[in-house]
């Protein structure tokens, strides 16, 4: 692969891993940072030079928009009358597509690619890859990828360059936007995020109550570690009868019974509203 790839925001958070796995491919890649800061730390520790956004675009066969959800539509306005058509806009994250920020450009190719993260649950003996938990650098992850709009002939583009963003890889999914906003924000923030932070919360009031804190943050993510692989069926095996009567008891005492309305279509749109 050689085709040219506009990454905007080159320098962030986000944008500095993908401009550091893609110096590691064969694309050609044009780099584009607002932030003094970022350009700073490109030169430094990349040895990467950034363009304007019109040598950038120049060519470009993919756009990368590694940006906050609240710049995407803005930015892919301001840079739409300067794609050719069939030109790829890749971003990062369902929710501003989801929400209908895009521009109306039929003859351009919408492409969402997310990562999943490395699983808590990997036998990797690398150390590095033990601490990799945001994953892109040294422990596998799994990803996720829509072809929002666009030929068909476009998605092995965008899954190669999503591959590459996001590697190593341990497993690639195709689903539709639809679906990827049911797991970001759904699942993993609205649901896993919040019942994290409630777990977290749980363990500081413990710790309140006069349990030592390191015992209590041992006691907690121990725990975690073995329900979960019970749970997700990482191990065989089955909960106490003391366990089961405090699951029966404890869901309802800590869960509306409404919850799982959280899925519904107008509720991801609230959020995803929310944070575009």
């Known amino acids: ?7 905007f925001g080159a320098g962030g958070k986000m944008g500095f891993r993908l401009s550091s796995n893609l110096q590691r491919s064969d694309y050609r890649v044009a780099h584009i940072e607002v932030s003094e800061a970022g350009r700073k730390r490109l030169k430094d520790e990349l040895n990467i030079e950034c363009v304007s956004v019109d040598a950038a675009l120049d060519g470009a066969q993919v756009v990368i928009l590694a940006v906050p959800d609240t710049l995407i539509g803005k930015l892919s306005h301001e840079i739409a009358p300067k794609l050719k058509a069939g030109t790829m806009v ?3 994250d369902a929710a501003a597509p989801f929400a209908g920020h895009l521009p109306e450009r039929p003859d351009l190719t919408y492409f969402v690619a997310h990562p999943c993260h490395p699983l808590i649950f990997h036998d990797d003996d690398d150390p590095k890859a033990r601490r990799d938990f945001f994953g892109g650098a040294y422990a596998k992850q799994s990803i996720t990828s829509a072809l929002m709009q666009g ?17 190593p890889i341990l497993r690639s999914y195709r689903l539709t936007v639809d679906q990827m906003a049911l797991l970001e ?3 993993s923030e609205t649901v896993c995020a919040t019942l994290l932070y409630v ?9 309140k109550l006069g349990v030592p804190k390191e015992a209590a943050r041992d006691f907690l993510l121990g725990h975690m570690g073995i329900l979960s692989a019970v749970i997700f069926n ?7 009868d003391a366990c089961n ?3 029966e008891f404890g869901k309802p005492r800590l869960m509306r019974d409404d919850w799982k309305g959280v899925f519904d279509r ?3 749109a609230d959020s995803i509203r929310r944070i575009t």
């Open 151 to 167: 030929p068909e002939s476009a998605f092995d583009l965008g899954e190669d360059v999503a591959k590459t963003i996001y590697a």
């Open 185 to 187: 924000p759904g699942l």
């Open 245 to 247: 009567k405090a699951i």
């Open 199 to 207: 777990m977290r919360e749980a363990m500081d009031e413990t710790v």
């Open 266 to 268: 107008h509720e991801i």
């Open 90 to 92: 890749m971003t990062l």
């Open 1 to 7: 692969m050689n085709e040219k790839i506009a990454l």
């Open 234 to 240: 990482e191990i065989p095996g089955a909960f106490s």
